[in-house]
């Protein structure tokens, strides 16, 4: 079957160099390519991960420039990696908070580049029962709406706050420093947008906030991976 699979690629890759196949063809022809990437690229680098790690990457979703802008970051997604049934998955926050396999995580990010960071001391400290309070934590989001607002309640969650209160609760570390709204680079135009968007006139600038790029460049934190 993955002979096969390679043989209809080959063939659907020569229908799009010469004209031949539909833009929807061809976006699925796209897809199909980017996911046999991340595949091999999570065979590849399966070795290196450990649960417990953090992944990063550049996502495409609406928000995501408003985001960087904000935070002077590339960076405006994460999630926590951990394995179940032998494969690969991430915990994050999306619409509802669930677990997406490793490769479709990729493929969402921007040019699937990623950057996969560790506790600094992660041998000492996420031991077996440590990891099994981090997941329990992780899991007990799970189904909770995603928080377009990025309020601090546990009601809703955004993609860093529930990877910063799981990883508070279950080894009591602080993997970024935590700010307010108000410290944020709100000058952009298409941040300003986003935030009338949210807000309207009435800007929650007090409201603590832990963004990926403070995680990213927590130095609780060390890179493993950079892809």
Known sequence: MRRLGFVVLAVLALALAGGLAYPRLKHRVSRFMQRQRAEGTVIVLAGKLRPGDLIFHTSQSAQSRAIQLATHSPYSHCGLLFRQGGEW????????????????????????????????????????PTLRRLLRA???????????????????????????????????RQIGRLQQLREFDLTHPAVQQKMRERYGRKLPLDEPVISPARMFSSPELVTVVQK
């Open 89 to 128: 998955q991430v915990l994050e926050a999306v619409q509802p908070v669930g677990i997406t396999p490793l490769e479709k995580w990729i493929v969402r990010g921007q040019g699937g580049h990623f950057v996969v960071k560790r506790l600094r001391d992660a041998e000492q400290v996420l031991t077996p």
């Open 138 to 172: 992780g899991h007990r989001y799970r189904g909770r709406p995603y928080d377009l607002y990025f309020g601090w309640s546990d009601e809703r969650i955004y993609c860093s706050e529930l990877l910063w209160k799981v990883y508070q609760e279950a080894t009591g």
